[in-house]
């Protein structure tokens, strides 16, 4: 075991015992079939001069004071996928994959397997950083005469994946950030800011992108979207939910908003500009269009087939509740899937409904609205124009992110999807 702190600085000599130079940094070149990379070339640096790299041939051993070549040096060509530890790794920022953090590294484990060294963890501790200081020793003794001790704190570094950025060309974790929940991806992308977190995700692909924003805050999205081309937003805002993407919308300048509108499909630009026309802390400010419903005169298997072969039924943000709603869209009752589910195929769904649904306007206030929802103890609450018309429906969790903390609101569970 060597840490890279410690190596940095000591001298190296070859065979035959003269100096070359002292050790400024060590290479290492990730591999498909290894989890852990091998250390391939030593950089040197003699004197003032330009660092030169001597390939690493797996005879020489990091233990010791001073760093011996057992074999004739030989100079290292690059190919352009070398990682050098100190320049490239030492002091970054980098992302635990397997704790959905952000962590600096302090310092670098190096383990011998077989012949080659190779990065096996990364100190993301103090105590890596009292080693670099010289310190590590001293505070141990104290901390042992105080009955304490100085915790390890280090990752896998087959369990971290790189921002991207100058300098750092690696991402080789065993787990993609890509792979991980979008909610998990949110705390990674709080923790590195707008900017980094565009780049972080630019290259998930639209969907994933979208559900990864949905779980942030709408100035946090925007600032994200900033530098995306206008083709991508828009393309990225189809795939959110029209309410959130609506919210997103209203971040951004309006010049940027319209030209997102304009490239978005019809169908879906149309079910966004109806919920921009309305007052965010009203109904029709928090609701989505994006509900199930079908006509009366059915029966309740029919009912089931009918939301079956419904493609918007796919689409909707919660299937709890089915909307009953006559040719002019007008509510007529409502009834919950399970009641549908359970009832004899052959009963008519005006006889499972509840033919006096509590409802809201479209310009009901935030705050009626969720006083409506903790009193009927409802899922979602309907929204209906002066005509009685379904405009859309308010879920219980979209509601509460207008009151809770703003460090509570990401970590609400998406209990509709």
């Not at 006096?356 to 310009?363: A, G």
């Amino acid at each position: 075991m060597a840490y890279l702190s410690e190596l940095i600085g000591r001298a190296v000599r070859d065979h035959r015992g003269q100096t070359l130079g002292r050790l400024n940094d060590l290479l290492i070149l990730p591999e498909e079939k290894s989890d852990y990379p091998r250390v391939v070339a030593l950089a040197l640096k003699n004197g003032g001069k330009e660092a030169k790299l001597l390939a690493w041939r797996g005879t020489e051993d990091l233990a010791g004071s001073i760093i011996v070549l057992q074999t004739q040096p030989q100079v290292y060509a690059e190919t352009g996928k070398e990682i050098y530890l100190a320049r490239d790794v030492m002091d970054k920022q980098v992302i635990d994959v397997e704790d959905h953090r952000m962590v600096r590294v302090n310092d670098l484990e190096l383990g011998r397997i077989g012949s080659d060294y190779r990065l096996i963890n990364v100190d993301i501790g103090g105590r890596g950083l009292l080693r670099r200081l010289g310190m590590e020793d001293l505070v141990e003794r104290v901390a042992e005469r105080l009955a304490r001790q100085i915790p390890n704190n280090s990752v896998s570094w087959s369990d971290l994946s790189f921002l991207p950025e100058k300098g750092v060309r690696v991402n080789v974790p065993r787990q993609n950030l890509k792979e991980l929940h979008p909610a998990d991806i949110a705390e990674i992308l709080e923790d590195v800011g707008p900017r980094r977190a565009g780049d972080l995700i630019r290259d998930f692909g639209d969907e994933k992108i979208a559900d990864t924003l949905m779980e942030l805050e709408t100035d946090f999205q925007a600032e994200v979207l900033e530098s995306f081309p206008e083709e991508q937003v828009a393309d990225i805002v189809e795939e959110m939910e029209p309410d959130e993407a609506a919210d997103l919308l209203n971040e951004l300048e309006p010049e940027k908003r319209q030209a997102v509108l304009n490239l978005m499909d019809k169908e879906e630009r149309e079910d966004v500009q109806e919920l921009l026309a309305h007052e965010q802390d009203t109904a029709g400010g928090l609701m989505t269009n994006n509900y199930t419903s079908v006509p009366p005169h059915l029966t309740a298997g029919q009912a089931l087939e009918y939301l079956r072969n419904d493609p918007d039924a796919r689409e909707a943000e919660t299937i709890y509740y089915v909307y009953v709603l006559d040719n002019e869209e007008k509510l007529l009752g409502v009834c919950s899937l399970s009641d549908l589910v359970l009832a004899d195929p052959a009963t008519p769904i005006e006889k499972i409904m509840h033919a006096d649904p509590v409802y809201v306007k479209v310009d009901t206030l935030r705050d009626e609205v969720l006083e409506e929802i903790s009193k009927y103890n409802l899922l979602a609450v309907p929204v209906v124009n002066e005509d009685n018309q379904l405009e859309g429906i308010v879920t219980a969790d979209d509601a509460l992110e207008m009151i809770l903390p703003q460090e509570w609101k990401v970590k609400l569970p998406r209990l509709f999807r």
